[in-house]
């Protein structure tokens, strides 16, 4: 009214009015040091003061206004809210200072953009100059012999680790899966390498995914000197030795080796499906912390998977500090968004994370993916399913020499299958072998396959491949007692019910996972809903896998198609695999059943099958 110039009476005798008239005048004086920036605030309404204490507590209690000393309420406008509220949520003080993290970077570059002169002065301009400056990402070619191998998506994702090294910020690749983050990772590692001189690196990853890294280092950085740290025979000197330039380990390794890790210095601490630390309290999460390194890495297609909580850990772990006490973070963002779903919370939680997390999907990089991209998945198996193996497979190589040198290869054929047959049976789940015993699920596989599609493939939809129909009525039960919806159906499925089932995984959002029997699937299936295909027991045969992929491969599929074959490691899996690539040209041309297979191999073959 006032500022209408509109003559207002009898304000003056109002007796339960207590708010103030007057409009806050703020004044906040910013300026920059090594790690931190101060925040002096000094805030009126009129002649009443008021503090950082004051404001917070307004902000936690969701309120607009502050009591001040005279009894009155000073109002904190809508704007000024807007404007000021992330300020002093995440700034640390009481009465007129605020300090704010490096990592907090944002919100006061977020004030400098729309700063009003009056109210906002930053001192030491120069210096903050130079600060943004370091925030802008360079173009910065990578190693010369990946250049023509990345794509365009990996090379900046390649620029955006190399800009987080420079301004020692650690930072999640949160790319979709089957995208290449750890390219992108060893991209930036062999850089780094040549840029220092030197490079002490420590890879964390799930059990199944060691030999991933293994095969990727030798696939694109040959150069990298590195060593596998797990299993019965490992050894401590070999974490801290100068030779190796990067050691990988497992999350449970480096649980239990924990007082070994934190003895040495490392470069960059990597950590790869970095949704296993989620939970702060674990022992896993305590232990990640507790390593010393120059900066760290997460790489993750689901950072956060069910509530916001899950963000907290890794982030702590990339940057301590950063998002405030764990308290403090329940309480500001994690109960608010989550149980109440609050907008504003979301938008500030967003706008501190932005910087931190670099997520590409397939969707948004279609046009520089192949239209199908095959892996391998290896699986190492645990001791009791490694024990049945190994005792099967001296078994087995025995008696099949035996035969194969009193009666040849072509009577021993019988035989030779039927221990192949046991042997894949076994590193699916010995529990599947039609056998007078009953041996136990111990099945890596399964563990592999649920941590896959509950916490790898996002709301995609997957096909899941096995010969055996022991191995699905076992994944079956799995995704049930995951509570994954999905359909099945092998060679008995009628007719009407396949039908069925198609059409609901098709057009059902909900149904994510389609299981069917490798011999039944084969051919004349249209399933174009699905983008991701697990083999979860490849054969000798090529051309029936490919088959089975090709089942999502087909016209009227918009989407890229990522194939995983998932493999034991060192066993009759693993070895038919590297026969394959020495008899390709001999499976693709003449061989076309089992049998066939078998007389394609020679007494060495045999040997090296069973060793």
């Known amino acids: 009214m006032n500022e209408q110039q509109i003559p207002v009476f009898g304000f003056d005798i109002l007796k339960n009015f207590r708010f103030n008239t007057a409009k806050p005048s703020t004044k906040i004086y910013i300026s920059s040091n090594t790690d931190w920036f101060d925040a002096k605030v000094d805030i009126h309404f009129g002649d009443q003061k008021v503090t950082v204490a004051d404001i917070k507590k307004a902000l936690a209690n969701k309120q607009q206004f502050v009591p001040l000393q005279d009894g009155t309420l000073g109002i904190l406008p809508e704007e000024w809210l807007k404007k000021y509220s992330l300020l002093f949520r995440v700034g640390d003080g009481k009465q007129e200072e605020l300090k704010l993290s490096k990592y907090h970077f944002t919100v006061i570059d977020e ?7 009056e109210e906002l002065i930053f001192k030491l301009e120069e210096k903050y100059e130079r600060i943004r400056e370091m925030h802008a990402i360079k173009e910065i070619a990578p190693p010369e012999h990946l250049s023509p191998i990345l794509r365009p998506y990996q090379q900046s994702g390649f620029q955006w680790l190399n800009y987080l090294n420079e301004i020692q910020w650690g930072g999640i690749l949160a790319d979709d899966m089957g995208l290449g983050k750890t390219i992108q990772a060893l991209t930036f ?14 890879v964390v990853c799930p059990t199944t995914l060691m030999y991933n890294w293994e ?10 000197t590195y060593r596998i740290h797990h299993g019965g025979t490992r050894e401590a000197s070999l974490i801290s030795s100068k030779d190796v330039e990067v050691v990988i380990t497992t999350y449970g390794t480096l649980r239990s080796d924990i007082k070994h890790f934190v003895e040495v210095k490392f470069d960059y601490v990597v950590l790869d499906e970095s949704q296993a630390i989620k939970n702060p309290s674990s022992k896993v999460t305590k232990a990640a912390s507790l390593l010393q390194a120059k900066n760290r890495l997460c790489l993750s297609g689901t950072p956060l998977q069910n509530n916001t909580f899950d963000i907290y850990a890794q982030m702590n772990f990339l940057n301590p500090g950063m998002l405030g006490s764990l308290e ?5 963002f994690a109960v608010p968004i989550d149980k109440f779903g609050e907008k504003e919370q979301k938008e500030h939680l967003r706008r501190l994370l932005y910087p931190f997390i670099l997520r590409r999907t397939k969707e948004q990089v279609a046009k520089d993916l192949p239209a199908k991209s ?5 699986c190492e198996m645990g001791q009791e ?19 194969v040198d009193s009666q040849g290869i072509g009577k021993s054929q019988l035989t030779i299958l039927q221990g192949l047959m046991k042997l894949r049976q076994i590193c699916d789940s010995p529990a599947i072998m039609k056998d007078t015993e009953q041996y136990p699920n111990a099945s890596v596989k399964l563990e592999e396959l649920g941590r896959e599609i509950t916490e790898n493939i996002s709301n995609h939809k997957a096909l899941v491949f096995s010969q055996f129909l022991g191995m699905l009525a076992l994944i079956k039960e799995r995704l049930n007692e ?18 069925r089932a198609i059409q609901r995984f098709q057009n059902d959002e909900s149904c994510r996972v389609f299981l069917i029997s490798l011999k039944a699937g ?41 194939a995983y074959r998932m493999i034991c490691k060192d066993t009759v899996e693993d070895k038919i695999i590297q026969l394959q690539e020495r008899k390709k040209m001999l499976a693709a041309d003449l061989i076309t059943d089992d049998s066939g297979f078998v007389k394609s191999l020679s007494r060495e073959d045999i040997e090296y099958l069973f060793s």
């Not at 004030?111 to 002169?117: A, D, G, S």
């Not at 590692?189 to 420590?202: F, N």
């Not at 095969?215 to 990298?224: A, C, M, R, V």
């Not at 095959?374 to 290896?378: C, K, Q, S, T």
């Open 189 to 202: 590692l062999q850089h780094l390498r040549v840029e220092k001189g030197s490079l002490k690196a420590l």
């Open 215 to 224: 095969n990727e280092i030798k696939k694109f950085t040959p150069k990298l």
């Open 374 to 378: 095959e892996m391998v998945l290896f």
């Open 385 to 403: 399913q490694r024990d049945i193996y190994d005792a099967f497979r001296n078994d087995f190589r025995d008696k099949i020499l035996g035969a």
């Open 328 to 332: 403090y973070f329940r309480q500001e």
């Open 111 to 117: 004030l400098y953009e729309q700063r009003n002169e």
């Open 522 to 562: 084969g051919v004349g299936l249209n399933l174009t809903a699905a983008d991701y295909v697990y083999i979860v027991d490849p054969w000798w045969n090529p051309a029936v896998e490919q088959q089975a992929i090709d089942r999502t491969h087909r016209i009227g599929q918009t989407k890229n198609i990522f």
């Open 482 to 499: 995951l509570g994954v919806a999905y359909e099945y159906f092998d060679g008995s499925t009628t007719p009407a019910e396949r039908e």
